[in-house]
C-alpha cells in the first residue's frame, strides 16, 4: 500500500510570513500532484510535477519534487489570507487510475 | 456542463436507510473516480470507472458500497444499511484518459444520525 505522510498537519502564520509544507512516502510515484481545497468545495489543482528533481513555480508557490520521486515539497513566499486552505499532495500511478491522497495540511494566514 | 456537479450537496439520514449519491461528470471525460473525505483528512479512493467498468473498485469500504455508471456519464454511488460511520464528505472526480488531470466536484455531504 502507497502511504503519503504530509506535515505539518496544521499551520497557522501572519500575513507576509514563508512557510514550507512536505508531503513524504516509502513509495516511488510517477507523478505527484498538489491540490488546495476550501471548505465546502471540491479540491483544486495546483500542479503536477513528473520528473525526479523537478520544480515548478507558481507565482508565490515553489513546488519541488525529490530526486528519488518519493517526497515533495511546497514553499509559499509573503503568504496571503487568500492561501488559506487545506493543501493535499497526490501521487499517481501511470498505470492505475487512482491517486493515493495525504491527508493535508491545514494553512491558516491571518491577516 | 462546465464542471463536474454532484447531488445531493446535503444529504441527512437515519441509520440502516439506503442513499444514493450522483455525479454528473465533465462532458468528454471517460474516466471517473469516487472518493471519501472525513472531516478534517484526505481523501480515501473507493472506486475508478473507465466509461462503464470498474477496473478498480478495490477502495469500497465494504459489500454495503457500490457504484455504477451509465455509459461514459452520469455516476451513482450506493450506499445500503448506512452506519455513523459512513458519515463524510463524497466527493467525485473525472479526467480524461491521459493525461489524468482529476477536475473535483464539491462533494455531497453525508450524514447519517
Given amino acids: 500500500t502507497q502511504l503519503l505522510e504530509q506535515s505539518p498537519q496544521f499551520l497557522s502564520i501572519q500575513e507576509g510570513e514563508n512557510l514550507t509544507v512536505y508531503c513524504n512516502s516509502s513509495s516511488v510515484f510517477s507523478s505527484l500532484q498538489w491540490y488546495r481545497q476550501e ?11 513528473v520528473t525526479g528533481g ?7 508557490l515553489t513546488f519541488q519534487f525529490g530526486d528519488a520521486r518519493k517526497d515533495s515539497s511546497l514553499h509559499i513566499t509573503a503568504a496571503q ?3 488559506t486552505g487545506l493543501y493535499l499532495c497526490a501521487g499517481g ?5 487512482k491517486s493515493t491522497f495525504g491527508d493535508g495540511t491545514t494553512l491558516t494566514v491571518k491577516p | 456542463g462546465a464542471g463536474v456537479s454532484q447531488s445531493p450537496s446535503n444529504k441527512v439520514t437515519e441509520k440502516g436507510k439506503d442513499v444514493e449519491l450522483r455525479c454528473d461528470p465533465i462532458s468528454g471525460h471517460t474516466a471517473l473516480y469516487w472518493y ?7 481523501l480515501e479512493f473507493l472506486i475508478y470507472f473507465q466509461g462503464n467498468s470498474a477496473p478498480d473498485k478495490s477502495g469500497l469500504p465494504s ?3 457500490s457504484a ?12 445500503q444499511r448506512t452506519q455513523q460511520e459512513d458519515s463524510a464528505v463524497y466527493l467525485c472526480a473525472s479526467s480524461l484518459p491521459t ?4 477536475f473535483f466536484g464539491p462533494g455531497t455531504r453525508l450524514t447519517v444520525l
Fill in chain 1, 39 to 49: 471548505p465546502g468545495e471540491g479540491p483544486v489543482l495546483l500542479v503536477t510535477v
Fill in chain 1, 54 to 60: 523537478e520544480v515548478k513555480k507558481l507565482k508565490r
Fill in chain 1, 81 to 83: 489570507p487568500g492561501d
Fill in chain 1, 93 to 97: 500511478d501511470t498505470n492505475a487510475g
Fill in chain 2, 36 to 42: 471519501r473525505q472525513r472531516l478534517g483528512q484526505g
Fill in chain 2, 63 to 65: 459489500d454495503r458500497f
Fill in chain 2, 68 to 79: 455504477e455508471r451509465t455509459g461514459e456519464s452520469v455516476s451513482t454511488l450506493t450506499i
Fill in chain 2, 99 to 102: 493525461p489524468r488531470r482529476q
